[in-house]
């Protein structure tokens, strides 16, 4: 049972068009961690959120840490075809990673 | 830098069988992690090592599963034998130290069993 829920499981979009996935759970976490996973490949870390409220920008990905450490976002503005990828948040707790299930995102040129 | 290197990338085995993979992490880590990722699903720690150490191996499932990390270097996961539901990309992965920082994840190993 994974207790991160990661909405939507899968989303498809054309070059250009902005997108929001989710990352829920009903624990709180010392810190939250997105992972960007290309097939065949090992989840590659994009950033690691702390304080609540934190909102952080990698170009044109933003990420946002919810109030109460218990939620996250990842916005990806514009996308481009190398956005392509299964994105996966990982809540820390007593030092180890709990990852949710991912979202899949396709970008079309 | 070189990363985290796995082998082998692909496998192939029949039930019952044994299989075995092997991970060298990047130099100077002192932590490795196994992960076992099934299709659809996050990846899922099986155990953790300090060094040489095991730190935690509490969703180590250990009637056949099995890993060791002799002189805190390199690591081996052992599955024997293999039941159908162990079919999964086996990520083996290494961080300086523990406590939820950067983990650096090396490309898997894809175990099929038939």
């Known amino acids: 049972t994974q207790l991160l829920e990661q909405s939507p499981q899968f989303l498809s979009i054309q070059e250009g068009e902005n997108l929001t996935v989710y990352c829920n759970s009903s624990s709180v976490f010392s810190s939250l961690q997105w992972y960007r996973q290309e097939p065949g490949e090992g989840p590659v870390l994009l950033v690691t959120v702390v304080t609540g409220g934190e909102v952080k920008k990698l170009k044109r990905l933003t990420f946002q840490f919810g109030d109460a450490r218990k939620d996250s976002s990842l916005h990806i503005t514009a996308a481009q075809p190398g956005d392509t990828g299964l994105y996966l948040c990982?809540?820390?707790?007593?030092?180890?990673?709990?990852f949710g299930a991912g979202t899949q995102v396709v970008v079309t040129p | 830098e070189a990363g985290v290197a796995q082998s082998p990338r692909y496998k192939i085995i029949e039930k019952r069988q044994s299989v075995a993979f092997w991970c060298n992490p990047i130099?100077?880590?002192?932590?490795l992690y196994w992960y076992q990722q099934i299709l659809g699903q996050g990846p899922k720690l099986l155990i953790q090592f300090q060094n040489n150490g095991v730190v935690d191996d509490s969703q180590l499932p250990k009637d056949r599963f099995s890993a060791e990390r002799l002189k805190g270097v390199d690591s081996t996961l052992k599955i024997q034998p293999a039941k159908l539901e162990d079919s999964a990309v086996y990520l083996c992965a290494s961080s300086p130290t523990g406590g939820g920082n950067e983990q650096y994840f090396g490309p898997g190993t894809r175990l099929t069993v038939t």
């Open positions: 990982a809540g820390v707790s007593w030092g180890k990673l709990q």
């Open positions: 130099s100077g880590h002192a932590t």
